[in-house]
């Protein structure tokens, strides 16, 4: 199965992207799914590839469990090149009594996770029976870490060591991040943590990469927000100063949402071919998508983006290969083509709005608003109306449409405003400056 611009779910369920990497000539992305119906359950990788970030092929399940300590779930983890081979970290969860209706969830969320290492000599072929490794144990200290909630293994090499970032809470109250370091990536030892209150209770997804001399630090907290909206996990991110010697980290800005509509979740980060730091994330869908002959789907992913600093501001572009995807302008700005991607390019400025199909942009207070209300029946509890921070001087926007996503680009990815839809109609008002589409 293949997908143009956004890796969807094949039928089924997706969530996390895990193991993003550009491996031998192509990009891999791996990603946490049930692929027995389209609701959360016990996690596998599933795999898909591209040669440009934008055309993606899915392949077979590339792990799955079959050891007492991942029996439960192969959750979420990196990638990472190591003498040509490609090493996939993971977090291994065995839960401590399963229910007995459907062993696919733990009773009372109680289980057990440690880390783990499947080796593949060339990205394609994975032994789920002899590749695997534990190389952290279930952590029982709790002053280093949970035993329960410590996962998403970030893995990375720099000058003659590798690192491990996971994520933690401390006694469920406040999320921690913590560092393992080693000298092969195949034994680790504790090294450090930090902890956060704008981790929420828990943290998930860690991501702390370089940017010139400059650190950039990407979480999932969880518990940060009303939990009434239903959107009380969101990702966010911070420049931060890491001290590679003793793996000590300190936030250095204000923390900033990496999306702000409330939907993208759990991020991951990869170099690109170009040597360009790109995110993609996890598009949170709160019901599958029913199409005419195809299988229920739950879950796809945002489009790449390029990270990047201007200032004590982390900027999200979009990626130069979606850009040249958009090729053709259209003559006629009004209506949508149901089920074809395009790009609208449009200034708006206080007072002013655009509809696309039934969902609505505008400024309001120097901020970009969004209300899709009319194209998400059936959300009951989910937020609707989202914005970014006020105080813009100008809103130029830059908005991707695709039949279940719309993800606007304010002033070249000064925020980005990421929303799943459903039932978008064919019409456009408002004022447009040019239409795109493949």
């Known amino acids: 199965m293949k997908n143009i611009l956004h890796l969807k779910a094949p039928g089924n369920w997706i969530n996390d992207p895990n193991g993003f990497i550009y491996y031998q000539g192509r990009y891999h992305l791996f990603y946490q799914c049930f692929p027995y119906a389209p609701v959360w359950g016990t996690m596998h990788w599933g795999h898909a590839v591209s040669e440009d970030l934008v055309h993606w092929e899915h392949l077979d399940i590339a792990v799955f469990p ?39 969830i733990p009773v009372q969320d109680v289980y057990e996770t440690s880390q783990a290492v499947m080796v593949s000599e060339d990205g394609f072929q994975f032994d789920n029976w002899n590749g695997k490794r534990q190389i952290i144990p279930v952590i029982r200290d709790e002053q280093i870490a949970d035993a329960g909630h410590t996962r998403d293994p970030k893995v990375w090499y720099d000058s003659g060591s590798y690192y491990m970032v996971l994520g933690s809470t401390f006694r469920e109250k406040e999320g921690r991040a913590v560092f393992f370091r080693s000298r092969d990536g195949e034994h680790w030892q504790y090294a450090a943590q930090y902890r956060n209150p704008s981790f929420g209770r828990i943290l998930e997804c860690p991501d702390l990469f370089r940017l010139g001399d400059r650190y950039v630090f990407v979480g999932s907290a969880m518990y940060t927000e009303d939990a009434e909206n239903g959107y009380e996990h969101q990702s966010v991110t911070a420049l931060a100063e890491f001290d590679s010697r003793t793996c000590t980290m300190e936030i250095s800005s204000e923390f900033q949402y990496v999306d702000y509509g409330m939907d993208l979740y759990a991020p991951q980060t990869n170099v690109d071919r170009e040597g360009r730091r790109v995110l993609i994330g996890w598009m949170r869908m709160p019901e599958a998508v029913k199409e005419e002959g195809k299988k229920d789907w739950n879950g796809m992913m945002s489009l790449p983006r390029v990270v990047e600093i201007a200032g004590e501001h982390i900027y999200f572009r979009i990626h130069p290969e979606v850009e040249k995807y958009f090729s053709a302008e259209k003559e006629d700005k009004r209506h949508l083509d149901p089920g074809m991607p395009c790009r609208i390019k449009t200034t708006l400025s206080e007072g002013e709005y655009l509809e696309i199909g039934g969902y609505r942009i505008w400024v309001e207070n120097g901020s970009v608003k969004t209300d899709r209300s009319r194209v998400f029946a059936g959300a009951d509890g989910r937020a609707a109306v989202c914005g970014t921070p006020a105080g813009l001087e100008h809103c130029s926007l830059d908005i991707f449409v695709e039949q279940n996503l719309i993800e606007v680009f304010i002033n070249d990815g000064e925020y980005v405003i990421s929303n799943v839809v459903y039932g978008l109609e064919n019409w456009i008002t408002g004022y447009v400056e040019h239409v795109y589409t493949g």
């Open 66 to 104: 079959t050891k007492r300590y991942d029996s439960n779930g192969v959750f979420s983890g990196s990638a990472l090149e190591k003498d040509g081979r490609l090493y996939l970290y993971y977090s291994a969860v065995r839960y401590l009594e399963e229910e007995e209706e459907n062993i696919h």
